[in-house]
């Protein structure tokens, strides 16, 4: 493998000859040459960015999103056989960040991601991706707004006719032209990423839940996108390699990945989320920090802060 | 009573009308890129010639039982010199393509419809989508075009191995040679016996494609709807292949006069 591999999609350049911090409790990471997960084209971390959208030195794009937010929902509702699951939803997820989406199970939490990722429309409103409106986009425009993200399904959804490996490789097959050894690296690494180094040649059906949904965040990590958005990271994990997970997130947060992240998981989300929303009903309850829906005097908001356990 | 009849019929219709625009999408994207040679190899090779073991030796045994027919009747007027022409213009014109038509819908329709069933069921269609694969034309139109191409093929091949199997049932009660059969077999064959009957089985790969297909991305309701969706294709494309066959029978007749 050279030092430098050229990425010919969209003309992204990656350098797998920087060297960041090793991951505190996610030895495997520093297996993986990190700077290959970087792009060049991406923006710096978060941290080192001013976040307010309403500041004056906010750009806005052509349609009128800040050029900092990377996702917004506007007043998306969404039914399905007459029974409301979005009712009036509006979120903003700003650039770099990772925004978590909480709630009970059947709030509408998976079909906010699907509105984002473009696999549902919704029936009122409108969802904005990088001032792209998704919800109205088709055919190519709509693909290559996809190609800038990767979707963690609930049930993985890892394709079953082809190895975990493979699997891996897809989008990197269909959406690059490298050559297949590249690839088969790439695909190696983003697998060692989530501890599934040894996995490579096993078909999806070898692999436990817990093992499959990691092989499915390797696999929405596998083009490097700009947004990641993962539906239930930690569900059917061990706490330790729940905890892995939510650190490989924070250095994708890091490394600017905007990240949204739909779990029930109360530690993970503090540890991970730079903002909290919580769903229910088909409406957002509450919305800020961690510490802002601590301090929610709404008694559902309450309970799940409270619920430490929970995953 | 006559209102629950015209809504069935309806609904029949707008099933009909639904399946015809997926099979025409289907037409119409085939020609725009991506092209995915690859996958249609692949399905090329999955649905023919894996096929092709049961299709050969359903050919052979066909081609045995109809030599056998053919003996009763054509011994009663002294004619079994017409056994083999007579068994190559059945088997051709008709048998052989219906036959590989229905045996293709059973076996490939009904991986078709289970396999893109359970594809979308477990949601690995939109992971597709969500990887920036345009489902339909990676996973529907790729199949319905190797199943196009592959049932042309395998008709030739039923054909074939029917008149092998004609010959081996004669070559048992006549001892005749495979030279004098296969030359009294083609007589009164000519090539619009074999290319109009053969080409209408691509008609067939439409249709066994586009309907398991169909109800393979429109499957819902988890295991319990993988399997409906799978006899469903079986069913409805072996009903649809045998009233289609009479309309292109005709439409063959008025094309080419016998």
């Given amino acids: 493998?050279?030092?430098?591999?050229?990425?010919?999609?969209?003309?992204?350049?990656?350098?797998?000859?920087?060297?960041?911090?090793?991951?505190?409790?996610?030895?495997?990471?520093?297996?993986v040459s990190p700077g290959l997960w970087r792009r060049r084209d991406k923006a710096p971390p978060a941290t080192d960015r001013t976040l307010a959208p309403d500041e004056s030195n906010v750009g806005r794009t052509s349609s009128g999103l800040p050029s900092e937010m990377a996702i917004r929902l506007e007043q998306v509702t969404k039914s399905f056989a007459g029974r409301t699951v979005l009712d009036n939803v509006t979120i903003d997820v700003r650039s770099g960040t990772a925004f978590c989406l909480l709630g009970r199970s059947g709030t509408g939490k998976s079909v906010t991601l699907k509105h984002i990722v473009g696999l549902l429309k919704p029936d009122a409103g409108r969802v904005l991706v990088h001032g792209a409106e998704v919800s109205s986009l088709t055919g190519r425009d709509l693909a290559n707004?996809?190609?800038?993200?990767g979707f963690l399904f609930q049930s993985a959804a890892l394709f079953d006719s082809i190895t975990v490996g493979e699997n891996v490789a897809f989008p990197l097959r269909r959406h690059t032209d490298w050559p297949d050894h590249l690839i088969r690296e790439i695909a190696a690494r983003r697998l060692a990423a989530v501890g599934l180094e040894r996995d490579y040649h096993k078909m999806p059906s070898?692999?436990?839940?817990?093992?499959?949904?990691?092989?499915?965040l390797a696999r929405a990590m596998a083009?490097?996108?700009?947004?990641?958005?993962?539906?239930?990271?930690?569900?059917?994990?061990?706490?330790?390699?729940?905890?892995?997970?939510?650190?490989?997130?924070?250095?994708?947060?890091?490394?600017?990945?905007t990240i949204v992240v739909v779990t029930h998981n109360i530690p993970s989300a503090r540890h991970v989320g730079d903002e909290l929303a919580m769903l229910h009903e088909g409406r957002i309850i509450a919305q800020g920090t961690a510490?802002?829906?601590?301090?929610?005097?709404?008694?559902?908001?309450?309970?799940?802060?409270r619920s430490e356990g929970a995953g | 009573m006559l209102e629950r009849v015209g809504t069935v019929v309806l609904a029949a219709l707008a099933w009909v009308g639904e399946v015809s625009l997926f099979g025409l999408r289907a037409l119409g994207e085939l020609f725009l890129p991506p092209y995915e040679p690859r996958e249609i190899a692949r399905h090329i090779y999955e649905i023919g010639w894996r096929s092709?073991?049961?299709?050969?030796?359903?050919?052979?045994?066909?081609?045995?039982?109809?030599?056998?027919?053919t003996r009763a009747s054509l011994e009663r007027f002294g004619a079994e010199a017409l056994i083999p022409a007579g068994?190559?213009?059945?088997?051709?014109?008709?048998?052989?393509p219906l036959v590989t038509a229905l045996l293709v819908a059973g076996r490939v329709g009904a991986g078709i419809g289970a396999e893109l069933g359970a594809m979308k069921v477990t949601e690995q269609i939109d992971a597709l989508e969500a990887v920036?694969?345009?489902?339909?034309?990676?996973?529907?139109?790729?199949?319905?075009?190797?199943?196009?191409?592959a049932m042309p093929l395998l008709t030739t091949v039923t054909d074939f191995c029917g008149i092998v199997g004609g010959w081996m049932a004669e070559f048992a009660v006549s001892g005749m040679s495979w030279r004098l059969y296969f030359n009294r077999a083609f007589s009164l064959i000519e090539f619009h016996d074999f290319i109009p009957a053969t080409m209408k089985t691509a008609v067939f790969g439409l249709i066994i494609g586009t309907i398991a297909s169909y109800l393979g991305f429109t499957t819902t309701q988890g295991t319990e709807g993988v399997g409906r969706a799978s006899t469903r294709s079986v069913v409805l494309a072996s009903i649809l292949i045998i009233v289609t066959n009479v309309v292109l029978v005709r439409l063959i007749f008025l094309v080419f006069p016998a």
Avoid: N
């Fill in chain 2, 52 to 69: 092709a073991p049961l299709i050969a030796t359903s050919g052979l045994a066909i081609g045995v039982v109809l030599s056998m027919h």
């Fill in chain 2, 132 to 149: 920036a694969v345009d489902s339909f034309k990676y996973l529907a139109v790729t199949r319905i075009v190797a199943c196009i191409i």
């Fill in chain 1, 206 to 216: 070898e692999l436990s839940g817990g093992m499959r949904k990691r092989a499915g």
């Fill in chain 2, 87 to 96: 068994l190559a213009i059945a088997l051709i014109r008709e048998t052989g």
């Fill in chain 1, 291 to 305: 510490v802002d829906l601590d301090r929610s005097e709404h008694p559902l908001v309450r309970a799940f802060m």
């Fill in chain 1, 145 to 149: 707004v996809r190609k800038r993200m």
């Fill in chain 1, 1 to 31: 493998m050279t030092d430098r591999a050229h990425g010919a999609h969209g003309g992204v350049e990656y350098d797998v000859s920087t060297s960041p911090r090793p991951p505190a409790l996610f030895p495997s990471l520093w297996r």
């Fill in chain 1, 223 to 257: 083009l490097d996108p700009d947004i990641l958005l993962v539906d239930e990271p930690s569900a059917g994990l061990d706490p330790i390699t729940s905890a892995e997970i939510d650190d490989l997130l924070l250095t994708l947060k890091q490394e600017g990945t």
